[in-house]
Every structure is written in structure tokens, then in C-alpha cells.
T-cell receptor, first 114, second 116 residues
């Protein structure tokens, strides 16, 4: 079946530094990748949608300069949290699809900014 | 625009008892419907989905859900739960057209806790 690998699973960083999260589709080509953020005991909130080779489309209220998304190939998308602050601490999850019928999720990244 | 409402934030149940997790949605266009399961500190796993055809869909581990268009519902059921079913369950929809095309919208989640 379709597999999406997300790395790292956990990261702790100092306030003001940047953190990069990778999302890879291992056995299929992902035309579109999505990045979600999940606060404790809450649902997933879509942050942005990225298509290979084009700029990401951000949801309302998401700072594009803070959350940089790059989808350089059909198997890799990255989310960089720039100048991270404690309020950016959250669980970030990516998903990838090769079409509307299949959405495969990564295992998530727990970001803690201290 | 579309939205999903999961009516119960927490559902405690004893092992081998039946369970129903409720999900209602609203949308101005046709939708596809999904149930995902999330274990602690993990990503989401697809449990089952409704795209078209039979309104009753089943998963390999005994869950089933029925699409009811008139009631705009997609409730998840299992006749006999196991301890291992303890997890958080999310109902989600995708709009089949319009500005919501291709975007998953999630409900708030229901934490199912199965007690021995």
C-alpha cells in the first residue's frame, strides 16, 4: 500500500531557530501534499496545500513566511518552521495523494520549542 | 464551504460491547466521506471511506459506516469492540467540487476508550 514517511518524529529546538520537517511518499508519486497542524485534544487544521513544482497555497491565517513549504519533487515536500517560538509547538502531520481517492498520512512530527 | 461535526468528544465503552461514533456533515456540493483512526503520537490511518455505490462500507477490522444523504450523516459502528480499538477517531469529508475540491475537512475527533 501507499506509504508516507515523515521525519523527524520528534524535535526540540531553541526559540529563534528554524526546523525542517520532511515528508516523503515512498512508493507512489504524490501530485499533491498537504500539511496539517494539530493542537492537543483538537482536530487537524489544514495549513497549506502544495503541488510539485509550484508555490504552496496557504489557508487563511497561516503565515507563509513563517511556514515555508517546498515541494521540489513528486516524492518530497518539506515544511520549514522559521524563527520558531514556543507558540509554534504542536504536532505537524503531512499527507500525500496521487489523486482524489487516496490520502496517505505521515506519522507526524512533535515539535517543541523551548 | 463544508464542515464536519462529531457529536461526541469521548465515548467510553466496555470490551465486547457495541459502539457508535456519530458524524454529521454539511456541504453545498457532493462529498466523499472518510473515517480515520489516530493512536497516541502517531499519524492518521484510513479506516474506511465512502466514494460512491453502496452506502454501507466496511473496514477489515470490523468497523462499518453508513452514508445517509438525507440525514447528512456517516456514523461509524462496531458490534463488538476490543481493547485495541482504544484510539481517537476522526470523520472527514472532501468536497467533490467548488472551492473545497480535494481538501479534507476534519471533525473534532472522538476519543474511544474501551475498558476491560
Amino acid at each position: 500500500g501507499a506509504v508516507v514517511s515523515q521525519h523527524p518524529s520528534r524535535v526540540i529546538c531553541k526559540s529563534g531557530t528554524s526546523v525542517k520537517i520532511e515528508c516523503r511518499s515512498l512508493d507512489f508519486q504524490a501530485t499533491t501534499m498537504f500539511w496539517y497542524r494539530q493542537f492537543p485534544k483538537q482536530s487537524l487544521m489544514l495549513m497549506a496545500t502544495s503541488n510539485e513544482g509550484s508555490k504552496a497555497t496557504y489557508e487563511q491565517g497561516v503565515e507563509k513566511d513563517k511556514f515555508l513549504i517546498n515541494h521540489a519533487s513528486l516524492t518530497l515536500s518539506t515544511l520549514t518552521v522559521t524563527s520558531a517560538h514556543p507558540e509554534d509547538s504542536s504536532f505537524y502531520i503531512c499527507s500525500a495523494t496521487d489523486g482524489i481517492y487516496g490520502y496517505t498520512f505521515g506519522s507526524g512530527t512533535r515539535l517543541t520549542v523551548v | 464551504a463544508q464542515s464536519v461535526t462529531q457529536l461526541d468528544s469521548q465515548v467510553p465503552v466496555f470490551e465486547e460491547a457495541p459502539v457508535e461514533l456519530r458524524c454529521n456533515y454539511s456541504s453545498s456540493v457532493s462529498v466523499y466521506l472518510f473515517w480515520y483512526v489516530q493512536y497516541p503520537n502517531q499519524g492518521l490511518q484510513l479506516l474506511l471511506k465512502y466514494l460512491s455505490g453502496s452506502t454501507l462500507v466496511e473496514s477489515i477490522n470490523g468497523f462499518e459506516a453508513e452514508f445517509n444523504k438525507s440525514q447528512t450523516s456517516f456514523h461509524l459502528r462496531k458490534p463488538s469492540v476490543h481493547i485495541s480499538d482504544t484510539a481517537e477517531y476522526f470523520c472527514a469529508v472532501i468536497g467533490a467540487g467548488g472551492t473545497s475540491y480535494g481538501k479534507l475537512t476534519f471533525g473534532q475527533g472522538t476519543i474511544l476508550t474501551v475498558h476491560p
